[in-house]
């Protein structure tokens, strides 16, 4: 089981830079794949990106590739999303989730979520 609290969302402009963190808690953090997600109204969930256990491997959705990078610090049970160049297109409230696969993609594959943070972009 683990725990999962989202933070650093915001308002922000269109061009600037917006990095959210997720705080974990509980058992063997090392061992979940994670991953961020967004969900826009009216919208389904969406994953943004995902990162194996030990970080060496990641995955970017076309839509923020090479404009979002996903990280983890294992030592401090913490994954992070670092969200450059954002456009309107990227509001939505995001939320951080743990997969028991070494680098989970589908939505099916992860089992514990945050609350998620909300993310405005003003054009």
């Known amino acids: 089981q683990v725990h999962l609290v989202e933070s650093g969302g915001g308002l922000v402009q269109a061009g600037d830079s917006l990095r959210l963190s997720c705080a974990a808690s509980?058992?063997?953090?090392?061992?979940?794949?994670l991953g961020w997600f967004r969900q826009a109204p009216g919208k389904d969930r969406e994953i943004v990106a995902a990162?194996?256990?030990?970080?060496?491997?990641?995955w970017h959705a076309d839509s923020v590739k090479g404009r979002f990078t996903i990280s983890r610090d294992n030592a401090m049970n913490m994954v992070t999303l670092q969200m450059n160049s954002v456009n309107p297109e990227d509001a939505a409230v995001y939320y951080c989730?743990?997969?028991?696969?070494?680098?989970?993609?589908?939505?099916?594959?992860?089992?514990?979520w945050g609350q998620g943070t909300q993310v405005t972009v003003s054009s």
């Open positions: 989730a743990a997969s028991r696969e070494v680098l989970g993609i589908p939505i099916t594959e992860y089992d514990f």
């Open positions: 990162i194996s256990w030990t970080g060496d491997s990641t």
């Open positions: 509980g058992r063997a953090f090392s061992t979940y794949g």
